[in-house]
Structures are given as C-alpha cells and as structure tokens.
Antibody, heavy 123, light 108 residues
Framework: EVQLVESGGGLVLPGGSLRLSCAAS????????MNWVRRAPGKGLEWVSY????????YYADSVKGRFTISRDNAKNSLYLQINSLRAEDTAVYYC????????????????WGQGTLVTVSS | EIVMTQSPATLSVSPGERATLSCRAS??????LAWYQHKPGQAPRLLIY???TRATGIPARFSGSGSGTEFTLTVSSLQSEDFAVYYC??????????FGGGTKVEIK
C-alpha cells in the first residue's frame, strides 16, 4: 500500500525555520518525481515545490523562492522541505504529493498525497 | 503562469441530484487537466486526470470532459460522501503547476 506521511510542522515565530519531512512507502520512491503543495486557511491548494526523481531538477513557486529548499534522500525514501524566513502567509497545511513515474508506469500526477502537516506562523 | 478559474464558488445540491462544476484555463492546457476532491482533515483525492480518465477506484458517477480551456466535472447523482471541495489543476505548462480556487459542494 502506498503511503506518504508528513511530519515536522508546528508553531513557529515569524522569521523562524522548520524542516518538514515526508516518509514514503509502498512504492519505488526513487523513480517518482515529488512535490509539496499547501493549503492556507480559507484558501485553495497552492503548489509549492517540485523535485525530480534524482534530485537534479528543482522548481519553486515564486512565493517561496529563496526561502524554501526541497530535497530528497532516495536511500531513506524521504522527501524534505526546509522552510526559512517564515511569514504569517506561510501558515498552511503542507502536503507531499506524488508526481510522475519516470519508469513509465503511467501513474498520473497527484495519485497519492499525504495527510499533511500544519505549519502555523505566529507571534 | 496559467490561471485556472472555477465556477461556481459554492454549489448547493440535494442528495441524488446532478452536480456540474466548471473550470476554465487562461490558455490552452490541452487535456492535461486533473480534478481533486478535498475534505477537511484528509488528503486530496485524485478523481480525474487527462481531463476525462477516472483514477483508480473512483466511482462511475464522477465524469470529466473538455479540452483546451473549458472543462467540466459532473457528479451524476450526489451521495452524502461527495460533499466536499473540488479543485481543478493543470499540468500542461509548468512550473508553476496551478490549481483553481475550488468549488465547495454543499448540501441543499
């Protein structure tokens, strides 16, 4: 069974930092592109960041560029998001979402998501 | 950036009735369009990808149509478990991947 389990969220002061983790199981993590998506209170889903299966290609939303860093450890089947210089508008539930499979299985983008981890930025 | 616009923002429907949700892209996304269902405290659930292909395990009452810039998600007969927020998402031209603002389907 495919599982994605996020952790690392919490209450943090403006300007603070957190490291989010996503533990993957039940599939060949190293062949899948991965993403972080967030949902702020009262708002819709917002794509945050992408990382290729090897980690060689990375993209960010403009709203987080320069403050967030995505990474992965294929040996540990884990995805990470280092979030720095946090702002109130970063308050959201952060989800990891599975992207495309480079091995060609044809599984669609977004077929599995984690339950999310809540990040609250407040003084 | 491709902007995705969903309408209506809220849809009030009685159980058993048909629900039709719309999604418009600011430029063509071909058929690279997905629909998700999202309930509070749960992971978003992929319903439709490729504009019209049901994801694994999705009931046949959910159907998607459209291509280019205009898309529709139809729920033929709403069940109690279908009341949720629905999002469309384009993956044709990215980054950034973009979602619509969502349509909340509520009980009438």
């Amino acid at each position: 069974e495919v599982q994605l389990v996020e952790s690392g969220g919490g209450l943090v002061l403006p300007g603070g930092s957190l490291r989010l983790s996503c533990a993957a199981s039940g599939f060949t993590f190293s062949t899948y592109e991965m993403n972080w998506v967030r949902r702020a209170p009262g708002k819709g889903l917002e794509w945050v960041s992408y990382i290729s299966s090897s980690g060689s290609t990375i993209y960010y939303a403009d709203s987080v560029k320069g403050r967030f860093t995505i990474s992965r450890d294929n040996a540990k089947n884990s995805l990470y998001l280092q979030i720095n210089s946090l702002r109130a508008e970063d308050t959201a539930v952060y989800y990891c979402a599975r992207g495309f499979d480079i091995s060609g299985s044809g599984s669609p983008w977004g077929d599995y998501w984690g339950q999310g981890t809540l990040v609250t930025v407040s003084s | 950036e491709i902007v995705m616009t969903q309408s209506p923002a809220t849809l009030s429907v009685s159980p058993g009735e048909r629900a039709t949700l719309s999604c418009r892209a600011s430029q063509s996304v071909s058929s690279n369009l997905a629909w998700y269902q999202h309930k509070p405290g749960q992971a978003p659930r992929l319903l439709i990808y490729g504009a019209s292909t049901r994801a694994t395990g999705i009931p046949a009452r959910f159907s998607g149509s459209g291509s280019g810039t205009e898309f529709t998600l139809t729920v033929s007969s709403l069940q109690s478990e279908d009341f949720a927020v629905y999002y469309c998402q384009q993956y044709n031209n990215w980054p950034p991947l973009t979602f619509g603002g969502g349509t909340k389907v509520e009980i009438k």
